[in-house]
């Protein structure tokens, strides 16, 4: 039957035009953001999963910027920690000097003073961002021997969590203000003078060559020579700790760059099928056209049927 209200024809070539617009529009919303699911209305599920991947990436970065605070931290200590064994050694071969009879002990000692000074100056200068691992003060408000650094965020089924790494800084302090418990400032007291010493407070200008002397110098290259031992064990602590850093650095990264293959994978576009999804889609868009404009000529073939 041929109907001059219903036209099925054009009715059924909009339809299919309509459908062809909404996908090319589709399409060409994908191709433009280089997304397939740019929105929740898009795919709820795997938009949901990509947006709280995409928050825990951040918190990875955060993580990252962490590390290189605390890897740099480290850096300093072991960099200083390094100084201050060589410094020590000096002290150590000046004292060995010294022991040999007719040297003077108070030129000796004076070389000896200015690599004490060099070890608390380069103790002091080992800080980074406030923080300082090799000369504290104990007795200072708020201090926490315990030195944290955030080491990776995680998300599990009872929620996120944090893991840090921790050093106690007891095992590689120089100096402490407070009780004098650090490697270069720890007391001791001669067996035979009966002075209290330390390594940054020793002084042998008043030594003579009587036995007693003698042996109180040779007291203090053992001090020395200890405490060389304890700044040798610290340093590898600490090297430990930034080969740690280290790796636990690159695994970060590694994991970032994980999460961000498993996001595309969800939410990316694949554009060489899009791209020959959008040349399919303007054909039929064309054709659709084309239909949809025979489609309502034919109702003009019934007027001829009206004309002499």
Request: charge should be negative; aromatic fraction near 4%; avoid cysteine.
């Amino acid at each position: 039957m041929t109907s001059i209200n219903t036209n099925r024809a054009a009715m059924t070539a909009l339809a299919s035009l309509t459908s062809t617009n909404n996908k090319l529009e589709l399409t060409q919303k994908n191709i433009s953001t280089g997304l397939r699911v740019a929105e929740a209305s898009d795919n709820a599920a795997y938009w949901s999963i990509a947006t709280t991947m995409r928050s825990d990436n951040s918190s990875l970065s955060t993580v990252k910027d962490a590390l290189g605070l605390g890897a740099a931290t480290v850096d300093v200590t072991y960099t200083a920690m390094n100084v201050a064994i060589e410094t020590a050694k000096v002290i150590k071969d000046k004292l060995v000097a010294a022991r040999q009879p007719g040297v003077d002990k108070v030129k000796i000692q004076a070389e000896i003073s200015e690599r004490q000074k060099q070890l608390r100056s380069v103790a002091d200068s080992a800080s980074f961002s406030g923080e300082n691992w090799l000369a504290v003060d104990s007795s200072a408000a708020g201090y926490n021997s315990s030195k944290s650094i955030v080491s990776s965020f995680s998300r599990g089924p009872a929620g996120v969590s944090i893991q840090t790494i921790t050093y106690d800084v007891n095992a590689s302090k120089l100096f402490d203000d407070n009780d004098q418990s650090g490697i270069l400032d720890s007391e001791d007291t001669t067996t035979n003078g009966g002075v209290v010493y330390s390594v940054f407070t020793l002084d042998i200008s008043t030594l003579t060559t009587s036995q007693n002397d003698t042996a109180d110098l040779e007291q203090m290259i053992r001090w020395v020579d200890d405490a060389i031992g304890g700044l040798t064990t610290a340093a590898a602590n600490v090297g430990a700790l930034k080969s740690r850093l280290d790796s636990q650095a690159d695994f970060v990264n590694s994991l970032m760059d994980a999460i961000a293959r498993g996001i595309g994978s969800l939410v990316d576009a694949d554009m060489t099928q899009e791209s020959t999804r959008l040349q399919a889609l303007q054909v039929q868009q064309q054709l659709g056209v084309q239909a949809l404009s025979i489609a309502n000529q034919n109702s003009q073939t019934i007027l001829s049927l009206f004309r002499n």
